[in-house]
């Protein structure tokens, strides 16, 4: 195997190095000059497998070999879990081969030439990120816009549509609850302006809904400000849309029923004069 790998000098001061034995230290460089410097293609598990760089598919014999004479299977087996605590490598092994992979391999192999153009790369991403350009200023403004829109008014004229869809829903659950508690009506405009502007709901919608709930056994008094209105919108439109349908269906069936066909009414009792003529009928057929 051609090539030449990096070997940092701070891996002198490195527990992996400082608390390993003269055979393990040997181990590690030997598996440093085993990985893939770039990727090629092995079995592995019986499949091709794309090894990538930092990775080999080797065994524990052949890390003995490589490392040289005084170097057991034992010694290697004890060097990569050793190795796997430090966060230096991991090991994934089956019957015939193990696959090695070493961490960071990527980032230490790098030459200088890469790294520079790297931390330049980041320092100029870091500089945009600072500096805000003219597009990240109209795109701001247009939100700032844009939510300025659902902002809340400071007061209601009672003319307003917010304002008299408070006073419908007020009046609708008075009719449903006696003695009902004044609310106020300007913060539930708030709500009503914030349905409108914000969630898209015309005044024909909401003024419909409010009557349906109202009406019905259920809503009426669960739905109790425009805020629980709100909430609850979709699954009241739903409810309402079901309803309706049952409706139609059900006055279907009945003019059905109202103005079936004459002959499909039931049958009147023979005669008994009918009923004679019936059986000699049949006596002469059979």
Request: contains cysteine; aromatic residues 10%.
């Amino acid at each position: 195997m051609a090539g030449w790998i990096k070997v940092h000098r701070d891996l002198l001061d490195k527990p992996i190095w400082v608390e390993s034995t003269p055979e393990q230290k040997t181990i590690l460089i030997t598996l440093l000059m085993m990985v893939n410097h770039q990727k090629r293609e092995w079995e592995w598990q019986g499949r091709p497998y794309n090894v990538e760089p930092g990775q080999v598919i080797t065994s524990l014999d052949s890390i003995a070999q490589k490392s040289g004479k005084g170097i057991s299977i034992q010694n290697i087996r004890t060097a990569l879990k050793r190795f796997e605590k430090y966060g230096f490598l991991t090991n994934k092994s089956t019957n015939k081969s193990r696959l090695i992979t070493i961490i960071n391999w990527v980032a230490y192999q790098k030459n200088d030439d890469e790294l520079t153009r790297e931390l330049t790369g980041s320092q100029q991403a870091r500089n945009r990120q600072l500096t805000p350009n003219k597009k990240d200023k109209e795109f701001k403004n247009d939100k700032k816009i844009k939510n300025n829109s659902f902002r809340k008014l400071d007061s209601y004229e009672e003319d307003s549509a917010p304002f008299q869809l408070s006073l419908r829903l007020l009046n609708n659950i008075k009719k449903n609850i006696t003695g009902f508690k004044e609310p106020n009506l300007q913060k539930w405009s708030d709500d009503f302006h914030l349905m409108m502007k914000r969630d898209k709901r015309t005044f024909e919608q909401i003024v419909c809904l409010i009557d349906w709930c109202q009406k019905d056994s259920f809503w009426k008094s669960n739905i109790l400000s425009p805020a629980k209105l709100r909430k609850q919108f979709d699954q009241l439109v739903l409810k309402s849309q079901s309803e309706k349908q049952t409706k139609e269906k059900n006055k279907s069936i009945q003019q059905f029923s109202v103005n079936r066909p004459s002959h499909w009414e039931e049958p009147k009792p023979l005669t008994n004069e009918e009923y004679s003529r019936m059986k000699k009928s049949e006596a002469e057929l059979f």
